[in-house]
């Protein structure tokens, strides 16, 4: 063991150096919270993350033993927001992303997603999309605001920034509506709900997932929503039956073979956590996700 | 999506008006809790459950596409209780029950679902009963207490109100004495323990439950405690092992069949809550519940 | 006594009814937090608050022997907002405020104290203002935002909604520009600081406060930060060494000779309260200044 | 310093010994909630409030250098009650009090003192009463209850158990009916108001109080309401502007002249405290009186 | 049912007595965390996990109708410690433990293992190991401490306190480095990790614990952070996909045919938790241990 | 107003600069927490409290229109430690607390200061010494324990680090022996309690404390318990009846003429916190004695 206990290792994510020049994996926060419909606080999630991450910083991944840590890995900080404007703030969001090679985002809200994708849609074209999330997030508009975090693939499709299909959605469950939930399914998404989570095994969601995208570039999207209230009780839009972090992290670690460019975990809301078991599933997130690169 | 965000919809459950003439459903809080053996607080659970729900007000079920909102539902508000008075509390409450054709009532302990069914009974005699709880609730008396909580269902099945053979419990797995337990059962009461839930799957209790209830009137009381303390933290006599909100909710949808005449949802104790979430999943079951209605 | 317990009090301000005709005034809520720059959550504060006020409804308010409830004043619910829009939100809730002659307003954010002055001055011209706040609130902007809930009096008295000669600050402390505070200064506001409060008597402070304002229409805007974070957690910008609650109440009641035209009470953040607390002080602040009306 | 930690301490009030038989003094729990009109939970007082007292077994109170332990003290453990019944559960605190020479009582909710009155004024006579709380606790009856938490000084004044013209008041400022308020004056009561205090200083309240009480027999009654909720979130009826607890213990550290001859701490509700500080303040109040003995 | 409520039951492990002469199973608390490499607080152990097991005095185990009550169980209270000196406080924890014949410790955290195994080992040899935790907790060192929580199996593995070919690890799946998991293995550990005990089923679990300890004195050791943090959120170091509280106890309750000697279960840290669940669990896995012995 | 909001500065304290070369005020976190008697959990003070600071980032202390930030102020980071070793642990942070002019030191439990002293006394000589606290610190061991928090002053009395004469004690009230006490006098330590504070008012303090310490280096020692836990929960000892915030504030800043060397803030413990309350008030007793210094 190193001599550092945890609950000293400096304040980034896994304690790595904050934006060495030779990283070749970027970690950001991106605490933006405008577009949240319900509970609000999602802006605070980047440092509560990145302080859950120490938990981590313990040795390999058993699964694969990798420590991410050896990959090239740099803790960039925050992005720059503009304050009280959605449009503004994603637009910032954009530029910054852009100067990443391979970017590991910590939100915020949902909405950042967006300017993410168009950042890297922009680079290397339309992106296949693994999404882990409570609600399918195609809508429209939010109570009228088309830039809330429910829109953000309806946007990201419209746009062109993902395939949809080759976009797959795991843990859905919210009430939602009808003309929602089929214009998804129209435009080629593949949902599997929680319920067919918990029914089926990870190996076998994780084929589906294999086979939905295919070979080409990819995106993982993780709202911390899909997992339970129980094992993520912080987040703006609760939805109860949600999958276990188990279940999540047996799903990723079976996704080794997907030529993934990047990745957000968005949606945490430190205000409405306990004991930090929200950002601890949202770091493990992470830190399961770049135990799969190479 | 409507133009009124999550989070500023009425204090009503699900945002529907107070008492209209025309419901076919009514929604009404019974904020009593003297009943209670343990921890108390029971008496905060309907405006909890109410606040909750908002978070359901997005859409349709996707279950079956319907929303609760436009089956003709009202929010009656909360009953009159006689402070400090168990009987008088009760007569108080079946009274007041009395007057509505379908009730969903948001306690308050569980000694309310002895005044409720009182109310139905008397107009529609003997109920089959479909039960989810951690305990049976056939206790003679409550450390003396002969209409404390954990005797609701003695009196129930004594008094004629329920058909012991046409009742089910589901979730089961308290302490408890073995010849309360096998009074339960010489009554014809099936008991379907928690353990029996996770080691099988919700069709097939779903299954258990259509055989045991049959046709004729029944009665959904669903006792929070039924589910894990880890999802359902806010409840007075927590027990461990319990049921998941998945599988929770995967059985009730399951229940169409069932000629529903009215149900509860009791014990949230809020004070003891996390996050809304054990009033969120209270919230969840009565919405799931509705669903079921045409 | 009622026979109404307090817990089962319908759940708006005080138990009054909701928008009576024959009402002579009016709380609402204004669910907007989007002009913080700091902790989010305000947008949750009308619920909280009018949930806490239940546990003032009880009896007469000593000081004077009146009950708010008999004033003829009615619950006219939550503003409508534009979500995610700062501007829209301002425009709607100007629009909504000006429909009502005496408007009891709970946030949200201080944002929306901009939109309120906006509709009221509009009717009556520039109004004395009496402030409690830990910050002047007079920056031109917020980290860039022009509309920050930090540069709201620095809005109202440039667009000539506030006669900064007759307005005066209470509880001020925390650390601030030098050019903002001169700024304010030189406009005529007279500052209070919090350290001064505790020095004085509220007594002496109401003196203060009645010879600032004097005769003419004046406003209360009350940040609920103006109280120490030991009394009111549940804010987004706390600072230590603020006001206690008895003497915000002490200053308040001896404020009767003033001709009050609306008030506001902003900032409540109920995800970082304690057990109501926060929410208490200010449903206790608004039922104080009620009860100077007559 | 002794050797055993304060975390280690047996968990008696102040890890005394549990009832030997020549202790002078006594302390006993009476989790008792049922009188409760707002917030439920002082049932679970007494276990907290014996929690919290050890980390007052470190030496002795300064004040005059006297360790309550040193004084024949005992913890006799918890009342027996009867669950959901208050007449019985009175007429069984009542009973198993006159045990007790010098009893001090944990509550449980205000009305245990009825019950504790009646077994000491049946002993010696009518009593002199030093009562903190923020409510006069002089209603006929509580929405109805007679014997809820607020009645307990009417009953206890119409039953002769109290001499009203020996009884003083500290900390007073609730809403309340001015009939009931008169009616307590017009008994001889006096009333401190918590602003009273707050302008005056304990020296001079603490002489109001010795003056008021004068010679003979008293009880002190401290409703840890008293305090403000910043100091003592954990509990049923908060009410803003409160006492600190330096005053309290300031004051009640200038009434060693009096002839006390018992004392409760009620309304203790843990499930609403906060890092134990409301046990902490109850448990210090109990040590302060017993410091006062000899 | 008996006559005290749960909540009125004295603050001993199930309320039972303290110390009988007659006793044949102890329960102690052990209130050492000096070993705690992440988050403190397992000192408050003992009193949150008595405090939890008031909980379960209700009945029988309808497991098979036992109730641990009626064992012949005492609870004696706290081990003393050397405040702030890890070798020296397992020296007297040894000593004392050694004065059991068998004994229940509750901790504290996993370093008070190694000395529980040290007065049993020298008394009875090595050990069989049924070994619950989310870490192999068998490193050589930690951070440069080799008494840390994290080292204690191999500390009793070296010292031939336990026989690593009859010891069983159940609920593994923390980062670790390759060589300290690779060292484990060696020595005849098996290692069946969370991910396992969820893919298969609990009596499948229990063949292989049955078959890996066989017969001879066992020792169970129970890590809290074995079990998933939405169910055991307050302890020390927390991993996300833990085992369910349904699990570990479908499994315990099917090892009744072992020779156990003593167990512990440790690492709770009650300022993390919620509600209690975390100390609820801990107790019910005592109760179901002490249910398994005749 | 700077463009980066205060929730996403970086996490250094007041978002300074991580140790560059020309810093002549150095904060650093020393996580120790092996010295304490009670509640643990002083570890993961430094991280809370460099969080926390970020609210005070939005400009100049008005008391005298500095910012701190503008010094030549850095942030070094944590201090390494002797994981579960009091004296190795002690060595270490002298060790490396030598390295820097000005250190600011954020704790940790109070033991730590014992270090700190040995350093800057051995550079300078006996030092004067402003000690707010709950308690007086000065018993010659801890429950055994020699190098416990309670002890430091005794030791760095008795090891000359500290001239006696020029010591004063603010906030002290804690039970203690009368030895200790009456040492700590004979001594020449002065000692203001903290009722003295209530009853006297911080300019008089302060003139107190400028008399006591006269002339010659002079060291800040900052135990958060001073502060009363209504307004400072976050810690392991609380003591009832502490100072308020805006007196320790107003004291400290009339403290501008002494000739400070250092200071710590000691015995945050987080996971008692509330909202960041006590956490905030920490960083805030910095930022003040930061801007006195020039």
Redesign the interface.
């Known amino acids: 063991?190193?001599?550092?206990?945890?609950?000293?290792i400096?304040?980034s994510f896994l304690g790595v150096p904050l934006e060495p020049a030779t990283a070749r994996f970027w970690v950001a926060?991106v605490?933006f919270?405008?577009?949240t419909?319900?509970?609000?606080?999602a802006?605070?999630g980047?440092?509560a993350v990145?302080?859950a991450s120490r938990?981590?910083?313990?040795?390999?991944?058993?699964a694969n033993?990798r420590?991410p840590r050896t990959l090239g890995l740099a803790d960039a900080?925050?992005?720059?927001?503009?304050?009280?404007?959605?449009s503004a703030s994603l637009a910032l969001i954009e530029q910054q992303a852009a100067q990443f090679s391979h970017l590991v985002a910590i939100g915020g809200d949902h909405t950042i997603t967006l300017a993410l994708l168009r950042a890297l849609a922009k680079r290397i074209g339309p992106l296949g999309m693994v999404h882990f999330d409570a609600h399918v997030d195609t809508?429209p508009?939010?109570?009228?605001?088309p830039?809330?975090h429910?829109s953000v693939f309806y946007r990201a499709i419209t746009e062109g920034l993902v395939d949809p299909r080759r976009m797959i959605q795991i843990g859905?469950?919210?009430?939602?509506?009808?003309a929602?939930?089929d214009w998804t399914l129209a435009q080629g998404v593949q949902i599997v709900?929680?319920?067919e989570v918990?029914?089926s095994?990870?190996p076998a969601v994780a084929e589906r997932v294999l086979a939905a995208v295919g070979a080409g570039p990819v995106y993982l999207s993780f709202d911390i929503d899909a997992i339970?209230?129980?094992?993520?009780?912080?987040t703006g839009?609760?939805?109860?039956?949600?999958l276990?972090?188990?279940?999540a992290?047996?799903i990723l670690k079976r996704l080794g073979g997907l030529d993934f460019r990047g990745m957000d975990v968005v949606e945490v809301?430190p205000?409405?956590?306990?004991?930090?078991?929200t950002a601890?599933?949202a770091a493990?997130v992470i830190?399961q996700y770049l135990s799969l690169q190479s």
Do not use: C, K
């Open positions: 063991m190193a001599l550092t206990p945890t609950f000293a400096p304040p926060g605490p919270d405008l577009g419909t319900n509970r609000a606080g802006r605070a980047p440092l990145r302080h938990m981590l910083v313990d040795g390999d991944n058993p033993w420590d900080g925050d992005f720059a927001l503009a304050l009280g404007d959605i809508w508009d939010n109570f009228g605001q830039l809330g429910g859905i469950r919210s009430p939602v509506a009808r929602v939930y709900s929680a319920e918990h029914m095994s990870p339970d209230p129980g094992q993520a009780p912080g839009t609760p939805e109860v039956g949600g276990f972090t188990w279940q992290m047996a809301a205000a409405y956590d306990v004991a930090e078991i601890l599933a493990s830190w």
